[in-house]
């Protein structure tokens, strides 16, 4: 059985029994980093978090938007500042956080990716995080892919390198 969902939650998409490109990748490191994988206990790294503002920030712009925020400077030598960044903090306790330079680094990368002909007749139409589910017909082993891209040339990964 073959199945495509649109705007399924990624927090469910990862929650699904069937295996994926990301649970083979970490099965062949060893079951203990599948099993973390699978249960959500692996903290992203720094460039991870930076790789997710970048796919947002090109692919899914709206998303962007609801999960990053532009941090202010706050000067926390001074109580006014640790008071500011604090209430700052609570305030956007929902959105990961992006520096200035962040913010200016992504914005050159988006330039770059759609000043590339090829990556912008690519990213021109097509939708993203478009998840697909299948029966492997050989195994009988329920899959899911989830492209970043997905167009009628192809599928496209969204790669960031920092």
């Known amino acids: 059985m073959k ?11 990862h929650s699904g029994s069937e295996i994926s490109h990301s649970g083979i990748v970490q099965l062949l490191r060893s079951p203990e980093h ?37 941090a202010p400077k706050f ?20 959105k990961s956080p992006l520096t200035g330079e962040q913010m200016d680094t992504l914005a050159a990368m988006r330039m770059s990716v ?4 090829g990556a912008a007749k690519l990213l021109h139409e097509g939708e993203a995080e ?19 891209w997905m167009c009628s040339r192809g599928l496209a990964d969204l790669k960031s390198c920092i």
């Open 75 to 94: 000067d926390k030598r001074t109580k006014e500042g640790k008071e500011l960044g604090a209430k700052w903090d609570e305030n956007n306790a929902e």
């Open 34 to 70: 599948y099993l973390q994988y699978k249960n959500g206990t692996v903290e992203p790294t720094p460039a991870m978090e930076f790789g997710s503002a970048f796919h947002n920030f090109i692919l899914e712009p709206e998303v962007f938007a609801k999960e990053f925020t532009l």
């Open 130 to 148: 478009t998840s697909l589910f299948w029966t492997e017909e050989y195994t009988g082993l329920p899959c899911r892919i989830r492209p970043d």
């Open 3 to 13: 199945r495509i969902v649109r705007n399924l939650p990624n927090a469910t998409y």
């Open 114 to 117: 759609f000043n590339h002909e």
